[in-house]
């Protein structure tokens, strides 16, 4: 399928994928499949990062190749790695064969069937891939600076073997958290975008798209509370996940509309922190449905 | 074609002017994308520029007042600009820079506000150079200096961490596959020796916190040079001083030279002693820091005399959640050089019982012995360290 022509038609593919995107958001994306440039998107953790990558992989359609980050990830876990077992047992064989000159040897030996292909490789080769790299921000310096050969040149040098490269470029999306600053090298090859809170309007789109059988009033409500609850200062504001997961808990509660009781049940749904959840017990989380309720209705 | 290009090229330099790192590539990534959304559409216009020319969420501001006030025709992005048009009467506090920035600005008179402040900047660095003699044990210039360059040449030896990389090490308690094979390769596939590797350590994150409000003035300029030795001597820390306000300074540190970095940092410090409020900070740092600087178990100096000019509200609150946020959270208190220093102040009591470990500062030897903490063993998995 080709690629996208305009904004427009980008938002649109995004949207009949089930993503409610804004209009930067869309040029952002449109730009980076026009102009071959990978994004790295940074948010607040539950803004819908990860989503955006699983989305465009399935509507392009493009092979998903994930790579999740940690920390002190390597080579052998991200890119490929040499079966060395396979390769003493063929130098096992070759000497039983009688092959000792050492260049026939070491072309058998370096061969690529012998490589293990892990996500990066596995973007590069075989049919367009759509490569997300999750959570950049927990990986290591040491592994950011080997992504850049890949991120410019689409491209991997194995040493033995040679360079690999992509017949077709994978669209590349990079995710982080900001639990550590992405270093400047990368984000310069990238095309930046900040994820940030959805308003209100387009968040009740996200939960008619993503939730839909939570009735539209209870939606409302449950949106109009999140909101709220982002503009002050908690240690971790629901993200647009949890504002999902709140209303699907409610729904299968039989909640048709927000009350103080059930929500202080199911606090522990949107908010993760118990600093968080304890400020909003009591008189302040009546007040604030309340609150909602109104701003909903 | 019309006169875009001009156009995007003056943009990029009132961006650099106003202090963002917006270079050629920049720009031609700009003119790149142009091409490619239509220049009608103004929020994909913005939404463009703004994924090509900029790198990080903090110069959104900038950028986008930038973008009001240079592109305020909202019809003719391709309209040759006019540097003469009167800027907008009113504009956004985040403007003003980058209307200082734009050509044909003449630079404006700086507010009195500000005049004023460096004056009380300029005469509070004469007082500390007088009080720094008293307190760091009646010090003459001269030995100060030499305290400065006995600072300089600290270093400071954290526990190092584990990662999951290895280096090759001919004693390496680990057999390496990979560089066995190869070597073989050498002697027709015979495996002679194995290869061996070991772990690399790495000293964990540092995040240094330091208290410059008024009662810590004595200290401060000494403090200034120990943030900087530290902060030149390794890579990951990350430095921030607090009085009132909390202001990182791990860029404007950054600077080799102690004069060139203090003169960096003294630009962008808005209260330079000026009272304290502690848990205030602390909860600023874990609201809008902790998460990005306190991965990959980081080690926190927090370095005040724990006097808060607020009854310190909220600091126990603030100080628990940022010892559960990093693996050790190191006191530096200069108040406790005194014998009979006794936990009394609000502001100590509720600091007290969330710190890993209290220690003094106030003299070389005590930062001596902050050295050798540092690089003790790791017995600090928890609290009772």
């Known amino acids: 399928m080709a690629l996208p022509r305009d904004v427009a038609d980008t938002q649109a593919l995004l949207e009949a994928g089930g993503y409610v995107a804004d209009r930067a958001l869309a040029t952002t994306v449109h730009l980076a499949l026009t102009m071959g440039r990978p994004i790295l998107l940074e948010g607040e953790p539950g803004t819908g990062k990860t989503e955006i990558a699983k989305v465009l992989a399935a509507q392009l359609p493009r092979r998903l190749v994930r790579l999740q980050c940690h920390d002190g990830m390597d080579l052998s876990s991200a890119a490929y790695e040499w079966n060395h077992a396979r390769q003493l047992m063929a130098i096992r064989l070759a000497e039983s064969a009688g092959v000792s000159e050492r260049a026939s040897l070491e072309r058998g030996l370096y061969d690529r069937h012998f490589l293990e292909a892990r996500p990066l490789l596995q973007a590069l080769e075989g049919s367009p891939a759509l490569l997300l790299i999750d959570e950049l921000d927990r990986a290591d310096e040491p592994f950011e600076a080997f992504l850049l050969e890949i991120l410019a040149d689409f491209q991997i040098t194995v040493p033995e073997l040679g360079t690999i490269r992509a017949e077709t470029p994978p669209v590349v999306i990079i995710t982080s958290n900001r639990t550590r600053e992405v270093h400047d090298a990368i984000r310069r090859r990238c095309l930046y975008h900040w994820v940030d809170y959805p308003d209100a309007a387009r968040e009740r789109a996200i939960l008619a798209r993503r939730a839909p059988d939570v009735p539209a009033g209870l ?79 | 074609m019309s006169a875009l290009a001009p156009n995007l090229l003056a943009f990029g330099r009132v961006l650099r002017r106003a202090g963002l790192p917006v270079g050629p590539a920049e720009t031609l990534g700009a003119a790149e994308a142009l091409s490619h959304v239509p220049l009608s559409d103004r929020a994909a216009f913005r939404a463009a520029l703004r994924a090509t020319m900029i790198h990080r969420r ?10 009001d006030l240079f592109w305020r025709n909202p019809d003719a992005p391709v309209a040759p600009f006019n540097p003469d048009e009167p800027p907008p009467e009113s504009l956004p506090p985040a403007a003003r820079r980058v209307s200082d920035a734009m050509p044909g600005a003449s630079p404006p008179p700086p507010p009195a506000g500000e005049q004023e402040r460096r004056e009380d900047a300029a005469l509070a660095v004469s007082d500390r150079e007088r009080l720094n003699r008293l307190d760091f044990e009646a010090m003459s210039a001269e030995e100060l200096a030499e305290a400065k360059r006995e600072i300089r040449r600290l270093a400071l030896p954290l526990a190092e961490r584990p990662t999951r990389r290895f280096r090759p090490d001919p004693s390496g308690p ?54 900087h030795a530290v902060a030149n001597d390794r890579s990951r820390v990350h430095s921030f001083v607090f009085g009132t306000r909390l202001t990182n300074i791990t860029r404007a540190l950054r600077n080799r030279d102690p004069e060139v970095a203090f003169q960096a940092v003294s630009h962008i410090l808005p209260d330079w002693s000026g009272g304290t409020r502690i848990g205030e900070a602390l909860a600023r740092f874990n609201h809008l820091w902790a998460r990005r600087v306190l991965g990959q178990g980081a080690v926190v100096l927090l370095i005040t005399d724990g006097l808060d000019r607020g009854g310190a509200e909220g600091l126990a609150e603030a100080a628990e959640r940022l010892s559960h946020s990093c693996r050790r959270l190191i006191w530096l208190n200069p108040l406790l050089r005194y014998a009979g220093f006794q936990p009394r102040a609000a502001g100590i009591r509720a600091l007290l019982p969330h710190v890993h470990e209290h220690r003094q500062v106030h003299n070389l030897n005590s930062l001596r012995a902050l050295v050798a903490t540092l690089s003790a063993p790791a017995r600090n998995q928890g609290k009772s360290a």
Do not use: N
């Open chain 2, 174 to 227: 680990r057999a390496d596959l990979r560089a066995t094979i190869r070597a073989s390769m050498r002697l027709g596939g015979e495996i002679t020796t194995l290869s061996r590797r070991r772990r690399v350590t790495q000293p964990p994150p540092l995040v240094l916190l330091c208290d410059v409000s008024g009662s810590m003035a004595h200290y401060a300029q000494i403090l200034l040079h120990f943030l």
């Open chain 2, 58 to 67: 903090d110069h959104f501001e900038v950028f986008d007042a930038a973008f």
């Open chain 1, 219 to 297: 939606s409302a409500q449950v949106v109009a509370f999140a909101q709220g609850l982002r503009g002050d200062e908690f240690f971790k504001p629901p993200g647009v996940a949890e504002t999902i997961d709140w209303a699907r808990a409610l729904t299968a509660l039989d909640r048709r509309e927000l009350e103080p009781a059930t929500a202080d049940a199911t606090l522990g749904v949107l908010l993760k922190y118990q600093d968080d959840i304890a400020r909003l017990r009591g008189a302040e989380l009546a007040r604030r449905v309340e609150e909602a309720r109104e701003a909903a209705s």
